[in-house]
């Protein structure tokens, strides 16, 4: 069993930066491939950036050039380094773990998620 605890979300002016972490319990973390996903009211789940164990990273479009994830295997935390943020970032975000290598863009293919968030972007 793994478990996920996610920090550092909060009220945020628009063009301003945040930086989310991820604890994960489980001596095989470094294993793992893991994401971070965000849901808005009334949307769907969706993929924001996932990294493989070897450090390799995938990002939705929407966050290209903006969003940078990281993972600290020592200490097994995953970060989300948010830059130039904007009100439609705004959502909960969730940290999740794919007990694979791989790492995946869907929400369905990540076996454990942490509580979530909560980011809010001001205008």
């Known amino acids: 069993q793994v478990q996920l605890v996610e920090s550092g979300g909060e009220l945020v002016q628009g063009g301003g930066s945040l930086r989310l972490s991820c604890v994960a319990s489980?001596?095989?973390?470094?294993?793992?491939?893991m994401g971070w996903f965000r849901q808005a009211p009334g949307k769907e789940r969706e993929f924001v950036a996932t990294?493989?164990?070897?450090?390799?990273?995938r990002y939705a479009d929407s966050v290209k050039g903006r969003f940078t994830i990281s993972r600290d295997n020592a200490k097994n935390t995953l970060y989300l380094q948010m830059n130039s943020l904007k009100p439609e970032d705004t959502a909960v975000y969730y940290c999740?773990?794919?007990?694979?290598?791989?790492?995946?863009?869907?929400?369905?293919?990540?076996?454990?998620w942490g509580q979530g968030t909560q980011v809010t972007v001001s205008s």
């Open positions: 489980g001596r095989t973390f470094s294993r793992y491939a």
């Open positions: 999740a773990a794919r007990v694979v290598t791989y790492y995946s863009t869907s929400v369905n293919e990540y076996n454990y």
């Open positions: 990294i493989m164990w070897s450090g390799s990273t």
